[in-house]
């Protein structure tokens, strides 16, 4: 008599995409992050909020590196990377410079040479802009990201992935 290795219900799951907690496009994600430049200065982190990130995957929600390094990990895990500014925020573009009146600013705006304002570009963009120089009349703003052309490390906690219960197509 042949014996089968076969359960003999024939039943499967039915509903789960997946049974691990593995990020992938359509995962939320709860983590806990340090990122610093090559210098080892760090920029933002987590921990110093208190408070942990939560992101869905493949939304946009992250830049394009961060993003593509959190691909495949496991809930629980830990890992660190270093993206280049093309999986970052751009290189910086020399140039990418424009004088602005001092009359767009509040009258009690204090003007400070390297600090970061919020600009609304003519085609209704927001960019983060850079004060590179105040006199009377103008005020000249770099229009690159502050972190432009910069190497950024992260150190990333996995604390929880919640897969879709259904299978996308």
């Given amino acids: 008599m042949e ?3 076969k359960s003999a219900n024939n039943f499967t799951l039915k509903g789960k995409k997946k049974m691990t907690n593995t990020i992938e496009n359509g995962s939320t994600v709860v983590l806990h992050y340090r990122g610093t430049f090559t210098d080892g200065t760090e920029f933002d982190s987590s921990h110093t909020r208190g408070e942990p ?27 660190t990377f270093t993206i280049g500014p ?30 970061t304002v919020p600009l609304q570009g003519p085609d209704g963009n927001n960019v983060l802009a850079t004060l590179t120089s105040v006199n009377e009349g103008n005020v000249e703003a770099d229009l690159n990201h502050p972190m ?3 190497d950024l490390t992260f150190e990333v906690e996995i604390l929880t992935v919640t897969n879709s219960e259904t299978t996308q197509g």
């Fill in 3 to 5: 014996s089968s290795s």
């Fill in 53 to 79: 990130m939560t992101v869905e995957i493949g939304t946009g929600q992250l830049i394009p590196g961060f993003e593509n390094n959190l691909q495949g990990l496991t809930e629980g895990g830990n890992s």
């Fill in 86 to 115: 093309e999986e970052g925020y751009g290189n910086r573009i020399e140039g990418a410079v424009t004088t602005l009146d001092r009359s767009i600013f509040p009258e009690d705006f204090e003007f400070t040479e390297g600090m």
């Fill in 148 to 150: 432009a052309g910069k």
